[in-house]
């Protein structure tokens, strides 16, 4: 537990400057691209395949083009292009492998590189594209996905009995996700109290209430998509950067799924 809290102070201490003051308006982006590398290493690595390789380096790159922003990152390209056709590029050339290994390299191997950049491409996106549209949203965000994993964690190692879903994640209980819905519930209404009508948002105050319970219950689903993927690797965390906490994708595995739901319902 000390190694924990130590940790996730000192990373606190790194991130927090970084996202509040975006410095030069492109650290956030920069930040979202390096997450989005570390997120590919660790999944290649699960898999026991190396980043460097044709696949990883191009499930990289393309994890990094759906993170970076069309300005100014890819000013190059003609005013009309879509950067989603630099993706798919990148899916050409890992199902043209194919063709030039005469199906050493098969379909269902490029598959893998291809989810993993949408994966975690996407998810470091609407993470970008969050801060972009203001600090206020990126941290009502933030707030609840941290106060579920406290919440849950916490409230579910206090009175956690009953298991949520044992085959996937045993230590989860259905009073920790619960106990995880209430705490977010509990800072999104202190936040929404500090902020009233100052997130961009369209909707009323107990219209957020249902969404924090819906983006709740979608952060610790991607929490157990995550737990999904390391039993099927049988490795305990998705990597070792974060003493005490594991890896990239244990960190940020709940707001690669709640992010995209933000932006999807309109919040940014």
Known sequence: MKQRIITAVIALALFLPIIYFD??????????????????????????????????????????????PNEPWFSILPANSD???????VVMILLGIQVLSKNMYTFDEACFPVLVSLYVG????????ARSNGLLVLLF????????????????????SRKLWPEISPNKTVEGSLGGIACALVVAI?????????????????TMIFWTIIFSVVGQ?????????????????????????????????????VFPIMHLIGLF
């Open 23 to 68: 410095f030069a308006g492109i650290s956030v982006e920069l930040l979202g691209a390096v997450l989005a590398v570390i997120g590919v290493y660790e999944l290649f690595k699960m898999k026991g395949l190396a980043l460097l390789s044709f696949e990883g380096i191009l499930s990289a790159i393309g994890g990094v083009v759906l993170v970076l």
């Open 83 to 89: 950067k989603l056709i630099l993706f798919y590029f």
């Open 122 to 129: 996407v998810g470091f996106q609407n993470f970008v594209a």
């Open 141 to 160: 965000g933030l707030f609840v996905v941290w106060a579920t994993d406290i919440g849950a964690y916490m409230l579910g190692r206090k009175y956690g």
């Open 190 to 206: 202190i936040f929404l109290l500090i902020y009233p009508g100052s997130l961009y948002f369209e909707y009323g105050s107990f």
């Open 221 to 257: 689903f991607g929490d157990l998509v995550e737990s999904a993927i390391k039993r099927h690797y049988q490795v305990k965390d998705s990597g070792k950067i974060l003493p005490g906490h594991g890896g990239i994708l244990d960190r940020f595995d709940s707001m690669l799924f």
